[in-house]
């Protein structure tokens, strides 16, 4: 049996990181005024941020499918003064990725920065920092658990997306054909041996990412515990 091709991880993988990476500096303001704020507002911003929890995938892909076509504002100015058509092109899958997974980027953030101890953050303002300074060198590092979680669960959460991107993306060998699309359509035509592989592979990484984070969260308690 030839092994199958593996194009679809790479692309699954650049996809991943891609989003992660933007998620990464468009939640943490989110996460961090989220913890901090007062606002009679904020609930309304949480559910509104949290809502691609509960929504499903295909109602997720019908709204980017069209807010990304040449029919909506968006769509057309990128495809007139940017040349990029959104549909069924690796960059329409990273925005509809971005939508995707944004919950499980900013809750584990928020979570983090909300565990913190008021008395230190008081103490970093009192001794002059503003509030983006302590975020960058007091509460940053004071989180690392909640931001590794937060970093590998929206990875692999992009990893293992399917409904959203297969109707953003469609299924284009090389540019949007990713590892979850490539498993439907090898069940599609019977090929049960390639979508064996595949899912294998795709089974031991979840488990490896999420073995990861309870090892590290794990030691990080044992060492809090010991301190």
């Not at 499980?104 to 300074?133: C, D, T, W």
């Not at 949007?176 to 899912?199: C, L, Q, R």
């Not at 590290?216 to 044992?222: G, P, V, Y």
Request: charged share 10%.
């Amino acid at each position: 049996m030839n092994l199958p091709d593996l194009t679809p991880f790479y692309i699954s993988f650049k996809l991943a990181i891609v989003t992660t990476l933007v998620l990464f500096i468009v939640a943490l303001p989110l996460a961090w005024w989220l913890s901090q704020t007062r606002c009679r507002c904020k609930p309304v911003v949480e559910a509104f941020s949290a809502l691609p929890i509960v929504l499903p995938p295909s109602v997720i892909g019908f709204y980017a499918l069209y807010a990304l076509s040449v029919n909506s504002p968006v769509g057309a100015f990128f495809n007139e003064y940017l040349g990029i058509n959104l549909v069924f092109s690796f960059t329409g899958l990273v925005i509809a990725s971005i939508f995707y997974s944004f919950p499980f980027m900013v809750q584990p953030l928020q979570s983090g920065f909300e565990g913190l101890n008021r008395h230190m953050l008081e103490a970093s303002y009192i001794s002059g920092k503003g509030k983006l300074k302590t975020l960058w060198r007091v509460a940053l590092p004071n989180i690392k658990p909640s931001l590794l979680t937060a970093v590998i669960v929206t990875f692999a959460h992009t990893v293992g997306e399917f409904g959203v991107v297969l109707m953003v993306g469609g299924s284009i060998p090389g540019e949007t054909k990713v590892a979850s699309v490539a498993i439907y359509e090898m069940v599609e035509v019977m090929d049960y041996d390639a979508a064996h592989i595949y899912s294998a592979i795709m089974v031991t990484l979840s488990f490896a990412v999420l073995l990861a984070v309870h090892i590290f969260n794990r030691r990080n308690t044992a060492k809090v515990g010991v301190a």
